[in-house]
């Protein structure tokens, strides 16, 4: 079967809800193994873990703060040992995204903007690589946003945060190419999910007459990027960045 994921174990952060949750579920739906993480609501998470047994998905529902080196080291002694080499590790976990003018943001909050999206990738990855390295195959997948893309504002600190990833992302691919291990990500557009509820209604219909495609966007959508990636028919792919956006990203 193409696309197949039989024999990896995937470890998708922040994936109790909304694209994460999605991505982990087609990544299990694909064959893998996957260990669903999640940091504070451990009742949503356990919700989410009946989905995965009710779709037959092996999984393991795991607690880390990915910013967190300790953690991050116990989370995968845990799946190590439950499931096997994490062989897949796809970056999602975000925090609260409140967009400000520069005068309104202090360096803490921009500091954890970096946390999230320079050292968690940094902590996860070196994590994971020795056994990647010993199997020559690996798959470093970020989900990162279009907001960088798109020169987004008034939304410095993100911006700039998802800017690094991108760009730690494409000097990482060169690095691991010769382990076999590919790095890539994934720039979605606006897709609404749970955190999204309290969204002004008029930013929404806003955004969606931008979208060239005409239509929303969905988690499943930004989910089979990301299986593309993970997947062997990609093995020849690494360091790129696939906007999932309907064709709003200007080049």
Same mark, same amino acid.
């Given at each position: 079967?193409?696309?197949?994921?039989?024999?990896?174990?995937?470890?998708?952060?922040?994936?109790?809800?909304?694209?994460?949750?999605? /991505?982990?579920?087609?990544?299990? &739906? %694909? =064959?893998?193994?996957?260990?669903?993480?999640? !940091? #504070?609501?451990?009742?949503?998470? $356990?919700? /989410?873990?009946?989905?995965?047994? &009710? %779709? =037959?998905?092996?999984?393991?529902?795991?607690? !880390? #703060?990915?910013?967190?080196?300790? $953690?991050?080291?116990?989370?995968?002694?845990?799946?190590?040992?439950?499931?096997?080499?994490?062989?897949?590790?796809?970056?999602?976990?975000?925090?609260?995204?409140?967009?400000?003018?520069?005068?309104?943001?202090?360096?803490?909050?921009?500091?954890?903007?970096?946390?999230?999206?320079?050292?968690?990738?940094?902590?996860?990855?070196?994590?994971?690589?020795?056994?990647?390295?010993?199997?020559?195959?690996?798959?470093?997948?970020?989900?990162?946003?279009?907001?960088?893309?798109?020169?987004?504002?008034?939304?410095?600190?993100?911006?700039?945060?998802?800017?690094?990833?991108?760009?730690?992302?494409?000097?990482?691919?060169?690095?691991?190419?010769?382990?076999?291990?590919?790095?890539?990500?994934?720039?979605?557009?606006?897709?609404?999910?749970?955190?999204?509820?309290?969204?002004?209604?008029?930013?929404?219909?806003?955004?969606?007459?931008?979208?060239?495609?005409?239509?929303?966007?969905?988690?499943?959508?930004?989910?089979?990027?990301?299986?593309?990636?993970?997947?062997?028919?990609?093995?020849?792919?690494?360091?790129?960045?696939?906007?999932?956006?309907?064709?709003?990203?200007?080049?």
């Amino acid at each position: 079967m193409r696309f197949s994921l039989e024999g990896h174990v995937a470890l998708v952060t922040g994936s109790s809800t909304g694209l994460g949750k999605e /991505t982990a579920l087609a990544l299990g &739906e %694909a =064959g893998a193994k996957v260990a669903v993480n999640y !940091a #504070n609501n451990r009742q949503r998470a $356990e919700q /989410t873990m009946h989905t995965f047994a &009710e %779709a =037959g998905i092996e999984s393991l529902l795991v607690q !880390a #703060n990915v910013i967190d080196e300790s $953690e991050v080291d116990t989370m995968f002694t845990q799946i190590e040992s439950r499931l096997g080499a994490v062989d897949i590790v796809v970056v999602n976990a975000t925090p609260d995204q409140p967009q400000r003018p520069i005068e309104e943001y202090d360096w803490d909050f921009y500091q954890q903007m970096l946390d999230f999206f320079i050292k968690s990738p940094f902590l996860l990855t070196r994590r994971a690589l020795p056994s990647m390295r010993q199997a020559q195959w690996g798959r470093i997948i970020n989900i990162t946003s279009e907001v960088y893309h798109r020169s987004v504002s008034p939304f410095s600190a993100y911006v700039a945060a998802k800017g690094g990833q991108i760009g730690w992302s494409r000097s990482m691919s060169q690095e691991l190419a010769p382990s076999g291990i590919t790095v890539n990500t994934v720039a979605p557009g606006w897709i609404p999910v749970e955190r999204h509820e309290q969204d002004p209604q008029e930013a929404k219909d806003a955004y969606r007459e931008i979208i060239p495609a005409g239509r929303w966007g969905t988690p499943r959508d930004v989910a089979d990027a990301v299986l593309f990636y993970a997947s062997e028919e990609a093995s020849f792919v690494s360091g790129q960045t696939l906007c999932v956006n309907g064709g709003l990203t200007p080049w």
